[in-house]
């Protein structure tokens, strides 16, 4: 193995942090927050982190904790089983209308995006009426979701059947990619929207509160956690695992759906091969490493076992890549779930203008209105740089570069 593939973070009283961070700046607050978890007793081994690290509510987002006992809510998040699901169609860039707006319009009238946040007014980001596909996907989902409701009564009045199929705000997206051989691709972005936010919520609360006595000890509040055994913990392991499920089926109706608007506006009929996964990277799952069942958080991370299919989308306006997992061992089989922030939404705000917005998307069919400042590229950490740190997880199938993108 090359000694120079990851740094190594070692502190007094705490699991080592192997991090694939060469050429990508790790901000220090990050590195305080990765080294609060590392000393947690029960990390398996050590943490592992990716080159997309930035400081994360509860956990850092690109890190891979792998705990034995015990589950750390906070550190799977709110936005649980957010990942990606991407499609390779046989349009190639020529299929496609000279004028990309039409499409863009036609994939934001299939798709409920955005938020609406006036109590009076329909939420614009919900279904009023889910339409037939939405309520076959959420039928595979109602009889396990009735198991949570009937322990936690609280979790009925979220968005859950009304948010099947819908796209979210923040750094969601539904894209329409060329590859390096002009072949037309549909990836996007999204998770448990609203109920999955409500477990999370829900569960980070009933962590801290079982601890209470023992708050002083934790390096953090966002560290709270359930021991393996505990009827929460066996609770929130099932939560968690029909949030991912409902994030998985969500994906699932959205590119059905886009796939559709897409053939509306195309004459040609096309095929859909399906070359990458609907993959997580906001979960947790049991796994095997180094000989020992464990429990993998990966927060802003995706698994790349040897052979496995995953995407790492860049930021509106730079490329993303269709990737096939190395298997490496050290990093859990993981790897990195995007370019990663370098500011904080606020910075970026506050940094720069719609005209900087619309420079850096020039190439592309999208908003370039003051809303969505925070997502500019110029956000993110460069993408090329990202991928070269983690040269050793995963190697490069396809590059894709965006044509449309749709934010909420």
Known sequence: MQHNEFQLLAAENSAPIKMWTHGVSVEPEAREQLLNTAKMPFIFKHLAVMPDVHLGKGSTIGSVIPTKGAIIPAAVGVDIGCGMIAVRTSLAAGDLPDNLRGLRSAIEQAVPHGRTNTRSRRDKGAWSTPPEEVNGHWSQLAPRFKRLTDKYPKLLKTNNHQHLGTLGTGNHFIEICLDEQQRVWVMLHSGSRGVGNAIGNLFIALAQKDMQQHMANLPDKNLAYFRAGSQHYDDYIEAVEWAQDFARHNREVMMSRVLTA?????????????????????????????????LVTRKGAVSAQKGQMGIIP???????????GLGNAQSFCSCSHGAGRAMSRTAAKNRFTVEDQIRATAHVECRKDSEVIDEIPM????????????????????????VVCVKG
């Open 314 to 324: 860049g930021s509106m306006g730079a490329k993303s890549f269709i990737v096939r």
């Open 262 to 294: 897409l053939s509306r506006i195309v004459s040609k009929p096309f095929m859909t091969q399906q070359e990458a996964v609907n993959c997580h990277h906001n979960y947790v799952q049991q796994e095997t490493h180094f000989g020992e069942e464990v």
């Open 379 to 402: 956000a993110y950490k460069d993408i090329d740089a990202v991928m070269a740190a983690q040269s050793s997880l995963v190697e490069i199938v396809h590059t894709l570069r965006q």
